[in-house]
């Protein structure tokens, strides 16, 4: 068995896991903040009702993320510890920084946000909840920063075989960073409008006319809705990004073999990478050119330009596809709804009924979009520098096969849990509704513990 | 001797990673030992019992994610050696960190049937994790040797651990509870620390054995009379602190939190000798902290955000310390 293969897929296996969470804690952070600030604003209880219910949402995937991404920390060092070895200098004080700054901050103030309610004033809750949305973030800067340094490194020289930083500011802001950090920031924020639009359908379909399920409801359709066009604008400037700086990505993405100018948009095809040829193609002509040009004649970078230094085709043509079309899926979704919304002020049932299973269209846009960028980067580990298969560690194949399988056993199950809480609290929302016991809703100070509910 | 930055740099780092190790130890043993302890523990004790840790297990955990990271970023080449030596028990610890810290929280929101599920899992997790890191300890400890014997030194060191960890979660239930489960968590403690004193003597009797190296580190004069106040100084604790579970809990509930603080002593110098038995070696006898440290420029960068950043992060955690201070309550989120 070999161990550089099934390394790929444990750490494939685990980021993928890992990523769904921090997704969605990135957004929910500020999307609390936002159920906060308007409690604080109109004293309505329901926004308290939606508050509580979404951070309980916001508690489990903070714990998922923690404990997957304590997991990649150490396969850092008992997989890849070529990586370290060659990039540490680099890769270091970022991922230090990253724990610094966000990490401490989320982890010590989570505490205060989620059971602190009644024993801190009602400012200093607040207060928690600002520094907890602001710790996710900033800890998505720092990973982003390092993750696009690996994708258009910049700022450093080698000596002795070993990167080091020359310029920070050119290591953290390289060219891809600006784009990716926006792709990933507006991927976060569709990832929970959509769950937070796609659960309170289902306490709608319940039954659920509870003020709070109406507010989420609202809140998740509405940001959806602006979020979308902005990202695939967003996402369009990334693309381009990635032509100038790799073009090999870009082709293997297009499934476009040879370089020339009236390259048509590929939209539907089995690419073939031994015959170098697109099987099944159904394309329009001088599309690539024209999204990627702007010109119907402009020259699209081919594949045959990378021999033997280009990412598998196959993989990247999908992931793209898929990504881009569960956007405009999304795009579709959020427009109607929000036109029901605001127009007609309900959701027609069949609406609701599609909104359901759309609340895990963010992750499968997430997935896609990170499959994408991140196979796009292959052979290289860090581009240029350093490959894949020289930073593999000495360990047997066999120990890697073991826990790669008890991993996606256990990853599978912890899936299937989490999703199956999600429609619990749910349910459980749509059937207590407004009658739930009522939160210690005050404007003043709350000393007094808590009474069991 | 003048100052200089190669040489002091590895230095620090190499003690911040203690002191988040030690601080890690401390304060993730109690809700280790807690997830232990839920083994003898009633439905209803141990719906108080993570309500005493509840808040705070998340910031625990972050400790081990810091001294991780450091040895990471700081001392990347004994990173990757440690860890693809010690890979399958890292992984088992691993499973047992997910398992335990997904359990702490679906148990509060599944439906009330499948909750006993995963107050079994939190157990579990708990002591897979105590264990994993007791055996990785006692294998470092010896120089990451895998044959039999450092498999058993491995082995014995994992329960000694797990004992010591069951001994601080009882103390910290002492420090947060009051009635029967307070007078319940002294007998679990006294339990605790014969278990844990069996276990220190086994390992200080086999350590020799074990590894000459350390025993020609530590018995050499005058270095032994320097060290001596460590194993004395434990001793005295130990006995101080197994005669105080005779006497607790006491009137108006006063001294509750000695147990605990008694116990972090006693880590603390427990953690001292471990580390002069490393010193200067980050890989025990193949790779010194200088060896392993990275590039002193990139060193610096972090040591500019550590200092700055550590002090407050030390002041918050107490700030959450002290918002969750007192009683354990029922754990709600409004």
């Known amino acids: ?453 | 001797m003048t100052f200089d930055w190669p040489t002091a740099l590895p230095l620090i780092f190499a003690g911040l990673m203690g002191l988040a190790i030690l601080i890690y130890v401390i304060l993730d043993g109690f809700d280790l030992g807690i997830g232990i302890l839920f083994s003898v523990a009633e439905d209803a004790e141990q719906d108080t019992m993570i309500a005493a840790i509840g808040p705070f297990w998340d910031a625990n955990e972050t400790w081990l994610v810091l001294a991780v990271g450091l040895l990471l970023v700081a001392f990347p080449l004994a990173h990757g050696v440690i860890l693809t030596a010690l890979y399958i028990p890292v992984f088992v610890l691993l499973v047992g960190l997910i398992l335990r810290g997904v359990a702490f929280d679906f148990r509060a929101k599944v439906p009330s049937g499948k909750k006993h599920r995963w107050n079994r899992i939190f157990f579990l997790g708990s002591v897979i994790a105590s264990l994993a890191q007791g055996y990785m300890l006692g294998v470092y400890v010896l120089g990451l040797d895998v044959g039999i014997g450092g498999m058993a030194f491995g082995a014995l060191v994992a329960f000694c651990l797990a004992a010591a960890y069951a001994a601080m979660g009882a103390a910290w239930v002492i420090y947060k509870t009051e009635g029967a489960l307070q007078k319940k968590a002294v007998l679990w403690l006294r339990t605790a620390l014969v278990l844990t004193a069996l276990g220190m003597a086994a390992v200080s009797l086999a350590t020799p054995f074990a590894s000459p190296r350390i025993f020609a580190k530590w018995f050499v004069w005058p270095e032994m009379l320097y060290l001596s106040p460590l194993p004395i100084l434990s001793a005295l604790l130990f006995f101080w602190l197994w005669r105080q579970t005779f006497h607790l809990p006491k009137p108006d509930d006063r001294h509750a939190i000695r147990p605990f603080l008694t116990l972090a002593a006693i880590f603390a110098l427990g953690f001292a000798g471990l580390a002069w038995s490393f010193y200067p070696f980050v890989v025990p006898d193949r790779l010194t902290i200088w060896q392993a440290a990275s590039a002193t420029e990139s060193l610096a960068i972090i040591l500019a955000g550590t200092v700055v950043v550590l002090p407050v992060i030390i002041f918050y955690s107490f700030y959450a310390y002290r918002v969750f201070g007192g009683k354990a309550t029922d754990l709600t989120y409004d």
Not at chain 1, 72 to 90: A, D, H, L, R
Not at chain 1, 93 to 101: F, G, M, S, V
Not at chain 1, 281 to 293: F, H, N, W
């Open chain 1, 1 to 453: 068995m070999d161990p550089l293969i099934l390394s790929r897929m444990q750490f494939g296996a685990n980021i993928s896991f890992h990523i769904l969470f921090p997704t969605i804690t990135i957004a929910l952070g500020w999307v609390l903040l936002f159920f906060k600030l308007r409690y604080n604003a109109t004293n309505d209880s329901a926004w308290m009702r939606a508050y509580f219910t979404w951070v309980k949402v916001f508690a489990l995937s903070f714990a998922m993320g923690v404990v997957s991404g304590v997991t990649m920390s150490f396969q850092f060092g008992t997989n890849w510890p070529g990586y370290m070895e060659k990039v540490g200098n680099i890769a270091g004080p970022l991922l230090a920084y990253e724990i610094l700054t966000a990490f401490f901050l989320e982890a010590a103030f989570l505490g205060i946000m989620l059971f602190g309610f009644r024993r801190v004033s009602n400012r200093v809750h607040t207060l928690a909840t600002v520094l907890v949305a602001g710790g996710t973030t900033v800890s998505a800067f720092w990973i982003i920063a390092l993750n696009s340094w690996m994708q258009t490194p910049a700022g450093f020289e080698m000596r002795d075989g070993v990167a080091h930083a020359v310029d920070w500011w050119a290591i953290v802001f390289n060219p891809s960073m600006p784009y990716r950090l926006v792709h990933m920031l507006l991927a976060s924020g569709l990832t929970v409008s959509f769950l937070i639009s796609g659960l309170s359908a289902l306490r709608y379909l319940y039954g659920d006319r509870s003020e709070s399920m109406w507010k989420a409801l609202r809140t998740g359709v509405f940001t959806a809705a602006v979020l979308i066009p902005i990202q695939i604008f967003a996402g369009d400037q990334h693309g381009l990004n990635t032509l100038e700086h790799q073009p090999q990505k870009i082709a293997a993405m297009e499934a476009n073999w040879n370089t020339g100018p009236n390259v048509p948009l590929v939209l539907f095809a089995l690419p073939d990478e031994a015959a170098k040829e697109n099987r099944f193609e159904i394309a329009i002509p001088d599309g690539a050119s024209l999204v990627l040009r702007h010109s119907t004649s402009g020259v699209v970078p081919g594949l045959n330009d990378f021999p033997g230094n280009h990412p598998p085709v196959f993989p990247l043509f999908w992931s793209f596809r898929i990504m881009v079309g569960t956007g405009l899926l999304m795009l579709a979704v959020s427009w109607s709804a929000a036109f029901f919304l605001k127009r007609r002020h309900s959701l027609p049932k069949p609406l609701a009924m599609l909104m359901v299973p759309m609340a895990l269209s963010g992750w499968l846009a997430t997935l896609a979009g990170w499959y994408t960028t991140e196979i796009g980067r292959q052979p290289w580990l860090v581009t240029g520098v350093l490959k894949t298969a020289d930073a593999v560690g000495p360990v047997a194949g066999s120990h890697v096969a073991l826990t790669l399988a008890i991993y996606l056993i256990l990853y599978a199950l912890l899936l299937i849990a989490y999703l199956g809480v999600l429609v619990h609290l749910a349910l459980k929302a749509a059937k207590d509704g407004d009658t739930s016991p009522l939160p210690g809703v005050m404007k003043a100070a709350m000393s007094q513990p808590a009474a069991g509910e």
